[in-house]
C-alpha cells in the first residue's frame, strides 16, 4: 500500500501497522452519539447511567462504535470531541492508532431523576429528638444516599422531629446499621407489581 518495508515499520501480515491502522481507522466514523441525561448529565455506559468519566466515556463510545474486539481509550475529551487510542488484536499482534471523534449528545431524562421529579420515595426514615441530634442524623443520611446513587425526596419537618422520604428502602437499613440505630418498624401498602404487593418501610429513630 505505501512501499515501506520490514526494515523501517512491523508488519501485520503483508501489510505495514502505520496501513493498518489506517485501514481500520478509514472504517469509523467522524461522530458518535452518547446518551446523556440532560438534569444530572450522567451518560449511558455498561447498561445504566454513570458519572462521566474517563472509563465510562470510552465504553459508551465503544458501544456507539460497535466495536467488541477493540479496546479503547480515551485521551482527553471536551463536550464536543474526545481524543482516542484505539487497540486491535490482529494476528496474535497489537495495533494502536489514534483518533478523534466528535461527540453528539442525545439528551433525555435518566431513571433516577425522572423517580426524583416525581418524588418518588420507598422508605420514610421518621427522626426524632433535639433538634440538633435530628439535623445531624437528616445530614449524614442524605449523605449516605448520594454516595450510594439513590436520593432524598423531601423533607418534612414537624414539632416532633423531622420526616425523610428515601428513594431506595435496602439503602436505609443499611444506614440504620451502619449508624447502629434501632428504629420501631412499620410497613405501608402503597401498589402492586407482577401481582406482587409493595410495601412502603417506616423506621420511627429516638436520636
Avoid at 439528551?107 to 426524632?128: D, H, I, L, T
Avoid at 437499613?173 to 404487593?197: D, I, N, T, V
Amino acid at each position: 500500500m505505501c512501499g515501506r518495508s520490514d526494515k523501517d515499520v512491523r508488519f501485520i501480515g503483508d501489510i505495514c501497522e502505520p496501513c493498518t491502522a489506517k485501514k481500520f481507522g478509514a472504517l469509523l466514523p467522524e461522530s458518535v452519539t452518547i446518551r446523556q441525561c440532560k438534569f444530572c448529565g450522567r451518560i449511558w455506559s455498561s447498561g445504566g447511567f454513570v458519572p462521566e468519566k474517563k472509563d465510562s466515556l470510552a465504553v459508551a463510545i465503544k458501544q456507539s462504535l460497535r466495536q467488541k474486539d477493540c479496546m479503547i481509550d480515551v485521551l482527553s475529551s471536551d463536550a464536543e470531541s474526545a481524543n482516542l487510542r484505539l487497540t486491535y488484536a490482529i494476528q496474535g499482534k497489537h495495533v494502536s492508532f489514534a483518533m478523534a471523534v466528535k461527540l453528539k449528545r442525545a439528551f433525555e431524562m435518566c431513571p433516577r431523576c425522572s423517580r426524583m421529579k416525581a418524588g418518588y420515595y420507598e422508605a420514610v426514615v421518621q427522626f426524632r429528638g433535639d433538634g440538633h441530634g435530628v439535623e445531624r442524623m437528616a445530614a449524614a443520611l442524605g449523605r449516605f444516599m448520594v454516595r450510594r446513587d439513590a436520593f432524598v425526596s423531601r423533607e418534612e419537618k414537624l414539632k416532633t422531629g423531622l420526616d425523610v422520604y428515601v428513594s431506595d428502602k435496602k439503602l436505609a437499613s443499611e444506614f440504620m446499621l451502619a449508624w447502629r440505630l434501632k428504629p420501631k418498624r412499620s410497613y405501608q401498602l402503597y401498589g402492586m407489581k407482577h401481582g406482587r404487593k409493595l410495601y412502603r418501610n417506616i423506621y420511627s429513630v429516638e436520636v
